[in-house]
């Protein structure tokens, strides 16, 4: 294609010469949206074919239009089309190109529509189809967790706040919180695509057209539920591209949180996972070490997604109604956040699906810190009848004592206990163990293993309908 004509082909009649060489470079997308190229054929072949329907080109252009828009898309994916900055972007590319293939015919491509509402109809186009592909990762993140749940229903470990040992739950709950998590980001897919789920295309440049078009053919054409009802709201509107960037954002959220877990339990410190080599790497200097890079790279990705979140809140906030050229600068963003998604996605699943878990660390960890004292002041207020707040006093006694003694709460002697309360019996010592600690949480959303194994069968069947 030459360059130096196409530069004004498309407004030639208003600009006697090609644009300058920074104009041209602050204009053209063309470097990033010609990742739009199918949508861009897909969105013209409908039009184009709702175009002859109503008569308004004839059947004989639409066949070549067609033939044209096939050859095009051929020519993209096998690598042999020439893109060009002087064409701007993605659209007047495949447009001009059109016209060298089929002549005078591809002038008529352009009738009722406007490069506003076709760049609002790809761009819905490839976000939803990015959403349908992040529903699937978080599914088979979902799916590695439920595994590892039912494996793990009842291995002991502590559980935290504010980092502290606080009380002991199983690491199978533990992954179910984590079900909970991504099964909600997963539902925010859903509720996103079905709000997307309207076409743009034939809102023109803003105002809709004077041509008898059929906006419902279209957007049938397209898997679009129906046609937006708005023309000035349809080609200003970006809500798709926040909402997937805000679903990225809190799901990377998510990711950093467990990345962030991961990179504590595979501490030697710690010492309650292993990743396995696939996705740790070794130090250059000290032979010891084993680095979880993966998750920590999963971490710090969250940046980049939750800064293209602010960054395309920011573009937007100031713009009038309705296409303002700043709305360019939607794309780099939404591609760059689910490219990072996507890879952080299925870098954590793997991770979760073939970390080795040491069971006995957890077990150990879990006892210690004085785990089941709130099990010792529950026991002191079910079978003494001591008022929760006085159960908790004497309670704290006792981990004083152990604490002075340097024992846990179990290696207490009766006496010890009953020095701090005379009515304390030997019974007490069942509650103090771990694992029936876990096993009396079975009150609901519990840590209980036969609570965590309801939740996991609830879980699967739901995620299988999802
Ligand atoms: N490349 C443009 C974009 O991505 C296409 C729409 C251009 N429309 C216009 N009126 N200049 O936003």
Avoid at 145 to 170: I, N
Avoid at 312 to 336: C, I, R
Avoid at 430 to 451: H, I, Y
Wanted: charge should be neutral; charged fraction near 25%; aromatic fraction near 6%.
């Amino acid at each position: 294609m030459d360059d130096s004509k196409a530069s004004n082909q498309m407004w030639g009649g208003r600009f006697a010469s090609g644009p300058a060489a920074i104009m041209e470079a602050i204009n053209a997308s063309i470097g990033f949206d010609r990742k739009l190229y199918a949508q861009d054929i897909r969105g013209s072949l409908a039009h184009s074919e709702m175009l002859a329907k109503t008569g308004i080109i004839s059947a004989a252009d639409q066949e070549k239009i067609a033939h044209g828009l096939n050859t095009i898309l051929k020519e993209i994916e096998d690598g042999r089309f020439k893109f060009s900055t002087r064409l701007e972007d993605i659209h007047m590319n495949i447009e001009a190109r059109l016209a060298e293939l089929i002549g005078p015919a591809a002038g008529r491509l352009h009738t009722a529509r406007s490069r506003n509402d076709q760049v609002a109809v790809d761009f819905r186009l490839w976000v939803k189809d990015e959403l349908f592909r992040v529903a699937e990762a978080l599914k088979g993140l979902i799916g590695a967790f439920l595994e590892r749940a039912e494996e793990h229903a009842s291995t002991v470990m502590p559980g935290f706040t504010h980092l502290q040992t606080a009380q002991p739950v199983t690491f199978g709950h533990h992954c179910m919180a984590y079900v909970e998590m991504f099964s909600r980001d997963l539902s925010r897919v859903r509720d996103a695509i079905g709000r997307m789920d309207e076409s743009p295309l034939g809102a023109a440049a803003l105002a809709g057209t004077g041509f008898p078009i059929d906006r419902h053919m279209t957007a049938r054409a397209l898997g679009f539920r129906e046609p937006t009802r708005n023309s000035l709201d349809s080609v200003s509107d970006r809500d798709y591209a926040l909402e997937f960037l805000g679903i990225a954002a809190i799901c990377a959220t998510h990711l950093s949180r467990l990345a962030e877990e991961i990179v504590i339990w595979s501490t030697p410190q710690f010492g309650f996972v292993r990743l396995s080599d696939q996705f740790s790497t070794g130090s250059s200097i000290m032979p010891q070490k084993k680095n979880p890079d993966a998750a920590e790279l999963v971490r710090a990705k969250t940046g980049r997604v939750n800064g293209h979140l602010v960054g395309l809140l920011t573009v937007m906030k100031g713009l009038p109604l309705t296409y303002s050229k700043d709305m360019q600068e939607d794309k780099e963003a939404v591609f760059d956040a689910a490219e990072t998604l996507d890879l952080m996605l299925a870098a954590m699943t793997g991770m979760v699906r073939d970390m080795t878990v040491n069971v006995a660390a957890m077990k150990k960890a879990a006892g210690s810190g004085y785990s089941t004292a709130t099990d010792l002041a529950d026991w002191l207020v079910r079978r003494l009848g001591l008022p929760f707040r006085e159960a908790h006093h004497v309670t704290g006694r006792a981990v004083a004592l152990a604490e002075q003694k340097k024992v846990g709460l179990e290696k207490l002697s009766l006496e010890d206990l009953r020095a701090i309360h005379p009515g304390i019996e030997d019974d007490v010592f069942s509650v103090l163990a771990v694992q029936n600690s876990v096993k009396s949480r079975s009150s609901f959303g519990g840590t209980a293993p036969a609570e965590v194994r309801k939740q996991v069968r609830y879980w699967k069947k739901r995620l299988a309908k999802a």
